[in-house]
Nanobody, 124 residues
Framework: QLQASGGGLVQPGGSLRLSCAAPEGTFSVRRYTTGWFRQAPGKEREFVAAISRSTRYGDSVKGRFTIFRDSAKNEVSLQMNSLGPEDTAVYYC????????????????????WGQGTQVTVSS
């Protein structure tokens, strides 16, 4: 139900914007919780950012990434700036029909819907 897009190859210091979309009538990113997680090879899944009635960011991306809704398109986007090799991973968007409080947004167990992932590679 969720489709992640926008990944690619970018040089260190560059920017990318990821989008998480849902077909109309399936999941409303305008109303519910949407989050981004990432997983690098050989590493645990890591919380990146999420939005419900508030937003929350993982410590490693604070100040560099911004999550926001595009209500007209029923999408949630993740603007990623100042990318470094440590940001290389498969990025997954996830959703829940519950508007969780900020403290719960980083828990992957709270999410019921997951996209297929989009690869982000930061390399020169």
């Amino acid at each position: 139900q969720l489709q992640a897009s926008g990944g690619g190859l970018v040089q260190p210091g560059g920017s990318l914007r990821l989008s998480c979309a849902a077909p109309e009538g399936t999941f409303s990113v305008r109303r519910y919780t949407t989050g981004w997680f990432r997983q690098a090879p050989g590493k645990e899944r890591e919380f990146v950012a999420a939005i419900s009635r508030s937003t929350r960011y993982g410590d490693s991306v604070k100040g560099r990434f911004t999550i926001f809704r595009d209500s007209a398109k029923n999408e949630v986007s993740l603007q990623m700036n100042s990318l470094g090799p440590e940001d290389t991973a498969v990025y997954y968007c996830a959703g829940s029909r519950i508007n969780y409080v900020r403290s719960a947004l980083n828990d992957p167990q709270k999410y019921d819907y997951w996209g297929q992932g989009t690869q982000v590679t930061v390399s020169s």
